[in-house]
């Protein structure tokens, strides 16, 4: 059994940043990719970013690039999203997953998911 609490959520300005943390319990957090999805209201969950279980494979939305960074510390059970230069259109949201499968991109593919916590960004 995983469980998953996601913090760090908040306001920002347009241009600020901030910085999420998922903070895991269960002793093969090191094993597994973790992964970072967001939600706007009336849309689809979809993809932010992921992390190979060393971190070693990082992978991005192509409209975070650049702009937000994902991290882990398996010592510490946590993963991490740095979003810098945050946009309005960055509002959701923001969940972070454990991947049960092979797809990181793939919400279908991840099977524990943390409660979520909102970012919003005002212009």
């Known amino acids: 059994q995983v469980q998953l609490v996601e913090s760090g959520g908040g306001l920002v300005q347009a241009g600020g940043s901030l910085r999420l943390s998922c903070a895991a319990s269960?002793?093969?957090?090191?094993?597994?990719?973790m992964g970072w999805f967001r939600q706007a209201p009336g849309k689809e969950r979809d993809f932010v970013a992921a992390?190979?279980?060393?971190?070693?494979?990082?992978y991005y939305a192509n409209s975070v690039k650049g702009r937000f960074t994902i991290s882990r510390d398996n010592a510490k059970k946590t993963v991490y999203l740095q979003m810098n230069s945050l946009k309005p259109e960055d509002t959701a949201v923001y969940y972070c997953?454990?991947?049960?499968?092979?797809?990181?991109?793939?919400?279908?593919?991840?099977?524990?998911w943390g409660q979520g916590t909102q970012v919003t960004v005002s212009s």
């Open positions: 997953a454990k991947s049960g499968g092979y797809s990181y991109h793939t919400a279908s593919e991840y099977d524990y």
């Open positions: 269960g002793r093969t957090f090191s094993t597994y990719t």
């Open positions: 992390i190979s279980w060393a971190g070693g494979l990082l």
